[in-house]
């Protein structure tokens, strides 16, 4: 594959299955995107093995496959896979950190677990390994290295993959996966068997609010850290506006993350990215 295909192969993985990120991406400078659609293609990969695979020993597999690519882009050798490929040129291009990456996979292997996060701490955890280090990394290849911005990169992808989590309620369930602290769920008197009781259903509202009040206390600690920091790394930032755009629906759906109204059209995304809310 040349480099323009394999360019045009990147960008349309991460648009088939991050079309947040993709869009954000957009906005970056010109010469960051390919670096960009690389990063967030390796993400995808990684983030679609538990949907994937017929069982948690294949994706250990998958994982583990990664975990060596990894090794060889670090020690020079070039893995025969398109997007490892892709990330042999930009993690030096960009001096980014192998351990990065490898921190991302590490969190992602709780997907092969279908059992919920113990605690709200591990939730957290969680978002931070994920969006979190993700986004301090779309940071770095558009040129951001100051601590600061990349602290405040940090807590955009943390916020953003939270809700995420949260708008991903229904489908986890239809997946046989729960994301939802065990601790959360019992102090509102639930077990995982009864959580989606029909007859509970205001409890189970009860308890995505709780988890949507604590995602915009994340989202407002991301906007503090955005606040003074340069325009050349306002691209990094765009993902909070589709934070906070999620946030608002799901207080107008009544905290129900099946509502309609969490189904939001790609036209309110770019409006969102524009004007930054």
Known sequence: ????????????????????????????????????????????????????????????????????????????????????????????????DIGDFQKIIDARAHDLDPLPFQSISELLDYSDQ????????????????????????????????????????????????????????????????????SDNRDVFFGIIQELTELAEREQAAACRLMQGRPNTEKAAYRLAALTTLYLKRLRSAGFDPAHEKMNIGGLRKILALFIGR
């Open 130 to 197: 994920t969006g979190g280090i993700l986004n301090s990394l779309f940071l770095r290849i558009t040129g951001g290295t100051e601590e600061g911005g990349l602290a405040a990169a940090r807590q955009v992808g943390k916020a953003y993959a939270l809700v995420g989590i949260i708008r991903a309620v229904p489908y986890h369930v239809a997946q046989d996966v729960l994301r939802i602290p065990a601790a959360v769920i019992a102090a509102h008197g639930l077990t995982t068997d009864t959580l989606f009781s």
């Open 1 to 96: 594959m040349s480099e323009a295909g394999q360019n045009i192969y990147l960008s349309d993985e991460v648009k088939r299955y991050d079309y947040d990120r993709w869009l954000t991406a957009l906005f970056a400078p010109p010469a960051a995107r390919e670096g960009i659609f690389s990063l967030l293609a390796f993400h995808a990969e990684i983030a679609r093995i538990r949907e994937t695979v017929s069982e948690p020993m294949l994706g250990d597999i998958r994982l583990q496959w990664w975990r060596d690519a990894l090794n060889s882009i670090a020690g020079g050798t070039l893995p025969a896979h398109p997007v490892a490929e892709a990330l042999a040129r930009i993690i030096p291009a960009h001096d980014l």
